[in-house]
């Protein structure tokens, strides 16, 4: 049933924000056979870089889970615009990869990117059981705190 997406965002008080323009030379998302790979999404909110610095000196870890979420949110946009804005053809989230700007010294990488992978389970269900990776690095573009890519597998 078309929409089951779209009601379940509803539902939760999630909206999918526009798709940013990318900032260097590449495309949002590649589609091959059924699957997208979503390009390494950074927290823009409403058009404007948000969370700017490193999780564990300017961000908390839960301030760095928000700024997953945020990333996660702009996957999903690029992945909706690439099927026509029809979420319902997503059959599986396949993997997400979290990057996490942070001090040498910082070991809760996997907690800030729960923070993606949580709302990707509350929006699809058992089809955003994914699997994963999240790593600590020195910088990110920008400054920002968290950059996420996707892979979505589709109708």
């Known amino acids: 049933m078309a929409g089951q997406i779209d009601a379940r965002l509803k539902e939760l008080g ?18 091959t056979g059924n699957l997208i790979f979503v390009s ?15 999780v564990g000196a300017e961000f908390t870890v839960e301030q760095g889970q928000e700024c ?10 690029v992945a909706k615009d690439m099927l026509g804005g029809d979420l319902d053809k997503v059959t599986r989230v396949v993997k997400l990869g979290g990057f996490v700007n942070c001090p040498a010294d910082f070991e809760q990488h996997p907690m800030v990117i729960n923070g993606a992978s949580n709302v990707v389970g ?8 994914h699997s994963r990776f999240a790593v600590g690095v020195g910088s990110l573009p920008f400054n920002v705190a968290v950059e996420v890519e996707a892979v979505f597998e589709v109708e």
């Open 40 to 54: 390494g999404q950074v927290p823009f909110v409403n058009g404007e870089l948000a969370y700017k610095g490193k």
């Open 122 to 129: 509350e929006i699809f269900g058992d089809k955003g059981a």
């Open 14 to 31: 999630i909206e999918i924000p526009t798709v940013a323009k990318p900032a260097a030379a590449y495309v949002p998302g590649v589609r």
């Open 68 to 77: 997953a979420r945020v990333c996660a949110l702009n996957a999903i946009a």
